[in-house]
């Protein structure tokens, strides 16, 4: 039944297009094997693109915000930044390590990128002075990135410990 569905869209699709689109669907049958690298490229590209920002966003809070927010405010910067920059790592290290649990390590890394979006940069837009309603967008990110640890904490518990098992 899989195998229909992805003949028909492939039929419907052009060569060109199928890359595109099933990167955006998460198919990986449409293009077979490169469709996997093309999304872990896009990944780890993202990973290290948090990194960066995670370091500029420090350094500007350091010295191009110090003296501009109230002390609060620049604690909720420093804040983000520091829960972006380990979430970052932890997301970097599922990237470039073998798992036993890939699923599980996908699921947590959409959790952690998708938390560092929400928790990190509420966060910033509220020390920049973003409207209040912003506020309760932070603790989702936060549900979020603490989702993340408990996927990947749950998915150990359940993956066997003989050697055997993974052959």
Same mark, same amino acid.
């Given at each position: &039944?899989?195998?229909?569905? @992805?003949?028909?869209?492939?039929?419907?699709?052009?060569?060109?297009?199928?890359? @595109?689109?099933?990167? $955006?669907?998460?198919? =990986?049958?449409?293009? %077979?094997?490169?469709?996997?690298? &093309?999304?872990?490229?896009?990944?780890?590209?993202?990973? +290290?693109?948090? %990194?960066?920002?995670?370091?500029?966003?420090?350094?500007?809070?350091?010295?191009?915000?110090?003296?501009?927010?109230?002390?609060?405010?620049? #604690?909720?910067?420093? =804040?983000?930044?520091? +829960? #972006?920059?380990?979430?970052? $790592?932890?997301?970097?290290?599922?990237?470039?390590?073998?798992?036993?649990?890939?699923?599980?390590?996908?699921?947590? /890394?959409?959790?952690?990128? *998708?938390? /560092?979006?929400?928790? *990190?940069?509420?966060?910033?837009?509220?020390?920049?002075?973003?409207? *209040?309603?912003?506020?309760?967008?932070?603790? /989702?990110? %936060?549900?979020?990135?603490? $989702?993340?640890?408990?996927?990947?904490?749950?998915?150990?518990?359940? =993956?066997?410990?003989?050697? #055997?098992?993974? #052959?």
């Amino acid at each position: &039944m899989r195998g229909s569905s @992805v003949y028909l869209l492939n039929s419907l699709v052009k060569p060109s297009e199928q890359r @595109v689109l099933s990167i $955006l669907l998460g198919v =990986t049958e449409l293009c %077979g094997e490169g469709v996997y690298m &093309m999304r872990e490229k896009f990944e780890r590209c993202a990973v +290290y693109f948090s %990194g960066f920002m995670a370091v500029a966003a420090g350094a500007f809070g350091a010295h191009g915000l110090d003296g501009r927010l109230s002390e609060t405010m620049l #604690q909720a910067w420093e =804040t983000a930044v520091r +829960y #972006q920059m380990w979430h970052t $790592l932890a997301i970097a290290l599922l990237l470039f390590c073998q798992s036993r649990t890939p699923k599980a390590r996908r699921l947590a /890394i959409r959790c952690w990128f *998708s938390g /560092i979006v929400l928790f *990190s940069g509420s966060l910033y837009a509220l020390a920049l002075g973003a409207p *209040s309603f912003i506020g309760p967008v932070t603790p /989702i990110g %936060g549900a979020l990135l603490l $989702l993340g640890w408990l996927i990947m904490a749950v998915a150990t518990l359940k =993956t066997s410990t003989s050697p #055997q098992a993974d #052959q």
